[in-house]
């Protein structure tokens, strides 16, 4: 069945070090439910973008890779029969509701390399 990749567009993330689980009821709860469904086969959430680090030919510096209004906040992988299908699931995503959105790209190659 083919896989595509949920990038989860946001202002940052919700996943801080310091979160509690009412702030993570509604991310994590939809993640529950498309675990549940059996559609979503991994899911990572990604902290903050002050906790990231970017590497450039000129170093290592704090900070996400770009400075956007945006940045990904997690990824999802569904399972679905075609894109029309994998669209309708992926437009459950809560981030669509604010002023976040979600980006769905089939997955070409790829998994856990052992």
Same mark, same amino acid.
């Given at each position: 069945?083919? /896989?595509?990749?949920?990038?989860?567009?946001?202002?940052?993330?919700?996943?801080?070090?310091?979160?509690?689980?009412e702030?993570?009821?509604?991310?994590?709860?939809?993640?529950?439910?498309l675990?549940?469904?059996?559609?979503?086969?991994?899911?990572?959430?990604?902290?903050?973008?002050?906790?990231?680090?970017?590497?450039?030919? /000129?170093?290592?510096?704090?900070?996400?890779?770009?400075?956007?209004? /945006?940045?990904?906040?997690?990824?999802?992988?569904?399972?679905?029969?075609?894109?029309?299908?994998?669209?309708?699931?992926?437009?459950?995503?809560?981030?669509?509701?604010?002023?976040?959105?979600?980006?769905?790209?089939?997955?070409?190659?790829?998994?856990?390399?052992?």
């Open positions: 069945m083919p /896989q595509y990749a949920v990038l989860i567009y946001a202002d940052d993330s919700a996943h801080t070090l310091d979160a509690t689980e702030d993570l009821a509604e991310p994590n709860g939809h993640g529950d439910e675990a549940s469904s059996g559609a979503m086969t991994a899911a990572w959430a990604f902290t903050p973008r002050g906790l990231a680090r970017s590497i450039r030919a /000129q170093g290592v510096t704090d900070g996400p890779f770009i400075d956007a209004a /945006q940045v990904v906040a997690g990824v999802y992988i569904l399972e679905a029969d075609n894109w029309d299908d994998a669209l309708a699931i992926a437009r459950t995503n809560p981030a669509i509701r604010g002023d976040g959105g979600v980006e769905v790209r089939l997955v070409h190659s790829g998994g856990v390399v052992e």
